[in-house]
Structure formats: C-alpha cells, structure tokens
C-alpha cells in the first residue's frame, strides 16, 4: 500500500503503525533469514569436513595408485625377463630338436648297417654250411677211401 506524504499528516498514526508492521515483518524475515544463514553454515561446515574426508581418501587413493603403478613396472619387468628366458627356452628346443633329427638320421643309418650286417651274417651261414656239408661229403670220402684202401690191403 502507497502512502503519500499527504496521506501521513492526515493520519499520521495509522502510516506508524503500518510501519511497525513491515518493520515486524521485515524483523521476522531477517530472524529467519538468520535462522536459514546458521543452517546453511552448518550444512557448509557439513560439506567441508566431507569435502576434506574426500580429499584424504584421494590422498589414500593416489598412494594406493602409485603402489600399484609401481608394482605394474615391476611385474612388466618380470614379464620381459620371462619372455627372454621363454626365447632361451625355445631356441634350445629347436637346438635339441635338430639335434633329434641329426640321432634319428644316424640311427636309422646304423640300423641299415646292422641290416647289411644281418644279411651278410646270413650269407655267411649259408656259405659255412655249404663248407660244413662239403666237410662231411669230403670226411666221408675220406671215409671210403680209408675202407677202400682197408679193403685194398686185404
């Protein structure tokens, strides 16, 4: 409601009292702006002591990711020395793996050898019972002529 300066010299009560008023108003509204203002503060000291509960837990955090950035380098370390020792291991299988082949070659050549052998063996049995058979054939011829010379004699 708008007064005039009229208006206040003819009811010069009635515009105090209006005044009062929005000044009781006004006095209320600053109390429960105050009120509202010692809310928010504690809400803030609220949010500061979680904000500074956060940024220890970033602080844990962050030494927690080194640990682990380090234990990452360490492991990858370890990873390279066992992929040099698997290269080792691999190029001496292949080493002994040739090796193999240069036994297998040179066994399967001895075991010809022993077949020749075996076969020759053979042969020679056969000639030396040839030799045996003409033995007793010439034993006993020997035989006959004996009798025959005994015969002879008589």
Do not use: C, V
Request: charged share 40%; net charge negative.
């Amino acid at each position: 409601m708008r007064k005039t300066a009229i208006d206040f010299f003819k009811h010069p009560q009635s515009l105090y009292h209006e005044l009062e008023i929005t000044l009781l108003g006004y006095q209320n509204k600053l109390q429960e702006l105050e009120e509202e203002e010692k809310k928010l503060e504690i809400t803030l000291l609220g949010y500061q002591k979680k904000l500074q509960e956060l940024e220890e837990e970033e602080k844990k955090l962050e030494i927690t990711l080194l640990g682990y950035q380090n234990t990452l380098r360490e492991l990858e370390k370890e990873e390279k020395k066992l992929e040099i020792t698997l290269l080792g291991y691999q190029n001496k299988l292949r080493e002994l793996e040739e090796k193999e082949k240069k036994l297998e070659f040179t066994l399967l050549g001895y075991q010809n050898k022993l077949q020749e052998l075996k076969e020759e063996e053979e042969k020679l049995e056969i000639t030396l019972l040839g030799y045996q058979n003409k033995l007793r054939e010439l034993e006993e011829e020997e035989k006959l002529e004996i009798t025959f010379l005994g015969y002879q004699n008589i």
